[in-house]
């Protein structure tokens, strides 16, 4: 045990670059449909959007998992997709389907976003991480999130989810000038946004990458790489000391460049990526998060604790958060959550 | 130029460790609904199934793109469905749906399957692979090919193409010994399928393990890596001297791994492979191929002439073929086929 005396909070202390033991642990999605006090609560709004949007509901969306589970950290609840829609574009949430937006396709399209009044008109997010942070057991950290440029603006130049997204790596590729002008106002955006959750109470925050596995390395380098690496230095220049977390899912073989020259605090491992591989090749004291299959905890039994027990000691004296590689799926009994959080604890 | 004397076959001689100026070039999905002239032979089969089961379609479809284009290697037009389908799974084609099966969840499911037999119901996908070997141009190498155990398996099990497999992620964890029985049959089949293709006229053989990098490390090594090298053990026992392709996408971090442990001739790089990095990773004479981003094809020009110049470069000096990282998509134009052959070839 060597946890910092400085914080009573061991997400952070991990995140300051300190092995805690047992780690601390959160897990991705963790809050939504596989709960059934959040079926109960998503009821309460006519959709998905307005359901983010109205901090009474999204508050308690948050809290949810912590009061079931006492996970060490929370996670905001919301969606990455919050941007386009405050940048004025259209944006649908279909049930069964995910979601669906007007896609853009041209200068025109692109001139039509309004950059200017977007984190104005995300204020119920921030006032929604202001009452979460009031709520919060003082031991639990709070986490803020956005989605990262690429993955954002490939949603809204594809215009739905893809396997490969293949409208807007070609669009990209076809047309770098304007798809540069949605990456740039994304990641304008994104600072805002990132920094606002922090001014109202975010401790850390996340960037989702969800996507970055679909690009070559030439792309990945150009619009997931270059936005991280703006980001992260704007976030430090205004809340020195805040941690930054990347999670470019899919990085492959990418994933130390990603790590090391990015300069976010931490990096998540995604189900795929080779524990032992990535311990040689990240930097011996920066701070991992996940890599559980979430497929192990839907299983249960000997997957979930032989995968539990891969992880922990494969990070073993390094500065490390037990996360999954992936979000919970929504098939999770919420039993086996509460035994994973058993596990790692050395229950 | 050091290309062999001993073959007049360019993409053979880098298969037996050479490396050629310019490289033998051909493409994963060469033959398919982008080229016209295939669209039109299509309509002469009622669906997929039958079309890659009748001989005098299946030759056409393999040769299409061979005169079109002057490619350096033919693959056999055919499906990685079909070992199910000759196993006795039931396998339909839907159009605009993918593949649909109906799926294997049970130890009595498994029982019903019928390797007996299995090769001979298949007996028109040799006839096909002899009457291609009967027309191709002296220069031009035949591939043959399977769909490697896990990938199969997958769509046995889940019963349909999906994002990440999660049905049949979750079978093979919770119930390993029964997803090893289906493994252990479809392994059998595919070493007798890809012999049978070999004694038909097949001059190189590949294993498409498309969906393996859904696969957290311990499944990857345990359900591609040894089934993988047990085929590969069988071939060379066999057929000593016939190249075995084996193409993981989405290994990451665990190619280099794949291609030392299973043995495989060559290792077919994805479009997310970072090259400088893989070519480090990878022992040094080791045949590659592949990695061109599909979607700079689809848009051609500079995003093409970028990509094939910076393989080009990368892979100079160690054993090479070209190809995509990916399949040829649907909306690829043919003119950007033929650029890329050209440029490809230096023109």
């Known amino acids: 045990m060597n946890a910092s005396s400085r914080t009573a909070k061991p997400f952070l202390t991990v995140l300051e670059g300190q092995s805690v033991n047992p780690p601390p642990i959160w897990l991705m999605r963790q809050a939504g449909r596989y709960l059934p006090e959040y079926k109960a609560l998503r009821t309460q709004a006519a959709n998905f959007l307005d359901f983010c949007f109205r901090p009474e509901l999204a508050i308690e969306a948050t809290l949810q998992p912590i009061r079931r589970f006492g996970l060490d950290a929370a996670i905001l609840f919301s969606d990455i997709l919050t941007i386009p ?128 596995g679909v690009l070559a390395e030439r792309e990945f380098r150009r619009w997931v790489v270059a936005p991280t690496k703006r980001i992260a230095a704007a976030l430090r220049d205004k809340h020195p000391g805040v941690p930054l977390i990347g999670f470019p899912r899919g990085a492959g073989g990418l994933l130390a460049d990603y790590a090391v020259e990015t300069g976010v605090s931490c990096v998540g491992l995604d189900t795929q990526v080779p524990l032992a591989w990535a311990m040689k090749a990240l930097p011996p004291r920066l701070p991992v998060q996940g890599n559980l299959d979430p497929v192990a905890l839907v299983t249960g039994g000997q997957a979930l604790s032989e995968g539990i027990r891969t992880i922990l000691d494969q990070t073993r004296g390094r500065p490390a958060i037990f996360n999954l590689g992936h979000g919970v799926p929504m098939t999770t009994p919420p039993a086996h959550v509460a035994e994973l959080v058993r596990l790692v604890r050395g229950g």
């Open 85 to 212: 829609w405050a940048l004025g574009q259209k944006v649908e949430f279909l049930e069964g389907e995910g979601p669906v937006l007007e896609p853009l396709r041209s200068a025109d399209d692109i001139a039509r976003l309004r950059p200017d009044g977007a984190i104005e008109r995300l204020a119920p997010v921030y006032r929604t991480v202001t009452g979460v942070a009031a709520a919060l057991p003082k031991e639990t950290a709070l986490i803020g999130f956005a989605g990262a440029p690429w993955t954002v603006a490939a949603y809204m130049v594809e215009g739905h989810g893809s396997r490969d997204f293949l409208i807007a790596k070609g669009f990209g590729m076809a047309q770098p000038d304007l798809f540069d002008r949605i990456l740039d106002i994304v990641t304008a955006a994104t600072i805002e946004h990132l920094s606002a959750q922090i001014v109202a109470g975010a401790e850390a925050v996340q960037l989702f990458d969800s996507w970055a």
